[in-house]
């Protein structure tokens, strides 16, 4: 039975692992390598070297937003533009 206890915690532990690496919107501490997206636009862009002001300035006039991974459509679609 305990062995049972074990599984369960380690799919739990690895479920949770799974979900920390699907695409979310990134804080602006999180700037490494981005995908940005434009609203209006139906293709988020990686961008690996940018101008970070011109990011800053187009996230802050709420245009784009910045991803830790390419999103899918459905994930996009799911998370509300703030402006």
């Not at 799974?18 to 695409?23: C, K, M, N, S």
């Not at 990011?55 to 679609?77: F, N, S």
């Amino acid at each position: 039975m305990e062995c049972l206890k074990d599984i369960g915690r380690l799919e739990r532990d690895a479920l949770a692992l799974l979900r920390e690496q699907e695409p979310r919107v990134l804080t602006l501490d999180e700037l490494t390598e981005i995908y940005v997206e434009f609203k209006g636009n139906a293709c988020p862009v990686r961008l690996s070297n940018f101008d970070l002001q011109k990011i800053i300035m187009y996230v802050d006039d709420g245009v784009c937003r910045l991803w830790i991974g390419r999103p899918t459509d459905e994930q996009r679609e799911a998370v509300k533009w703030d402006a």
